[in-house]
């Protein structure tokens, strides 16, 4: 008999791929992955609200970064659900991290500018903001939250950015992570549903920051017609329930179409 070690290496190959397509449509798998998909609907339809009531005020939607760029933030979405459901979650935290930095940036200069043209948005975040960091968290201010929470939600911030930033530079910890899910038989393409559902935790953290930080850009009045008009109806909306998004919406329990509810 000959023996063809390529040939074993295909069927070997084959045995796995067929597992793991296996294992894709059983539970908790399906579920895991229902939640990720119910995570990325709710963000963008979330954050696509937000920026239809911008366009009600051609000085919100037209010279502020946060809304005159907003496609990209939904194409760091899109490209965040492309590869997270397909089990590519490197690459997926690595765009989370572009997302995470450049809502902050975004925001952080409407808020610090607001009322001054685009152009000199522009001119600031090229020469009063860091490149390649959230440092300027520590003179970041959110509408209406106490000092406790905007100091949490900033903390919040720092976190997941320093968290994420070891899928976008060679560090230890990543080398280290990768060599112990090949241990246990994972590579890339090839998760488990207890993967699936880690990584959904982190995503319902980072879409909670981003929403709360878009909504600010916003500004709170129309923040609050988007709720009481788009988002209240929708009792299964994910993010009704998550830390910061909570917060800021309880703020708006005085509004007249929630307390005739």
Not at 24 to 42: I, M, N, Y
């Amino acid at each position: 008999m000959n023996y063809d070690p390529l040939s074993q290496i295909i069927a070997k190959r084959d045995e796995h791929i067929a597992g793991h397509e296996a294992l894709r449509a059983k539970e908790p798998f399906v579920s895991q992955s229902k939640r990720l998909q119910r995570l990325t609907d709710g963000a963008v339809f979330g954050l696509q609200s937000i920026w239809r009531m911008s366009s009600r005020c051609q000085s919100i939607c037209g010279e502020l970064l946060t809304f005159r760029y907003f496609d990209d933030t939904i194409q760091s979405v899109v490209a965040i659900w492309s590869l997270s459901k397909e089990g590519l979650f490197t690459p997926a935290k690595r765009e989370m991290r572009y997302l995470l930095e450049s809502c902050a940036k975004h925001v952080y200069v409407d808020l610090k500018q607001m009322g001054k043209p685009l152009t000199e948005k522009l001119a600031f975040l090229g020469t009063d903001v860091p490149s390649s960091s959230v440092s300027f968290a520590d003179d970041f201010r959110l509408y209406v939250f106490s000092d406790d929470e905007n100091k949490e939600f900033m903390d919040g911030i720092r976190n997941m950015y320093s968290s994420l930033c070891k899928y976008v530079h060679r560090s230890p910890e990543q080398i280290d992570e990768a060599l112990r899910l090949l241990q246990r038989g994972v590579s890339p393409g090839f998760e488990t549903a207890q993967d699936v559902k880690s990584f959904g935790r982190e995503l319902a953290q980072l879409y909670d920051l981003i929403l709360v930080m878009h909504f600010n850009a916003l500004g709170m009045g129309l923040a609050g017609d988007v709720f009481t008009h788009f988002l209240d109806g929708l009792e299964k909306w994910p993010y009704h329930k998550t830390k910061f998004v909570k917060v800021l919406s309880s703020y708006f329990d005085y509004k007249h179409e929630r307390q005739a509810r």
